[in-house]
Nanobody, 126 residues
Framework: VQLQASGGGLVQAGGSLRLSCQAS????????VGWFRQAPGKERDTVAA????????YYADSVTGRFTISRDSARNTVYLQMNSLKPEDTALYYC????????????????????WGQGTLVTVSS
């Protein structure tokens, strides 16, 4: 499965962006999908994840209440709506897919991914 992440850009603090992760195959819809981010000099961390059926989601504490993950199975796409952006949200954002569901309970991290998309850069200016 090939994943294509898009939607990054430069935005002022308080602004919004929507990231998209589109897959090349419909089997994508059988995977748990996660968004990760990596700031310079830091590890790649889980931001949010969504279950196959979209009925369960996980959010990192730092983004709870500001970010929303969703998926459109007809389009083989997962979205990350990011509102009230802060300078500390600046990072490369990656989408990934896993056959399991450990991300939904904040387990596994990057090692649990079966597929990765390329990063999309989000820059939030103060």
């Amino acid at each position: 499965v090939q994943l294509q992440a898009s939607g990054g850009g430069l935005v002022q603090a308080g602004g919004s962006l929507r990231l998209s992760c589109q897959a090349s195959e419909r089997t994508f819809n059988t995977y748990t999908v996660g968004w990760f981010r990596q700031a310079p000099g830091k590890e790649r961390d889980t931001v949010a994840a969504i279950s196959r059926s979209a009925d369960t989601a996980y959010y990192a504490d730092s983004v709870t209440g500001r970010f929303t993950i969703s998926r459109d199975s007809a389009r083989n796409t997962v979205y990350l709506q990011m509102n009230s952006l802060k300078p500390e949200d600046t990072a490369l954002y990656y989408c990934a897919a896993q056959a399991g569901s450990s991300w939904l309970t904040h387990r596994g991290g990057v090692r649990a991914a079966n597929y990765w998309g390329q990063g999309t850069l989000v820059t939030v200016s103060s």
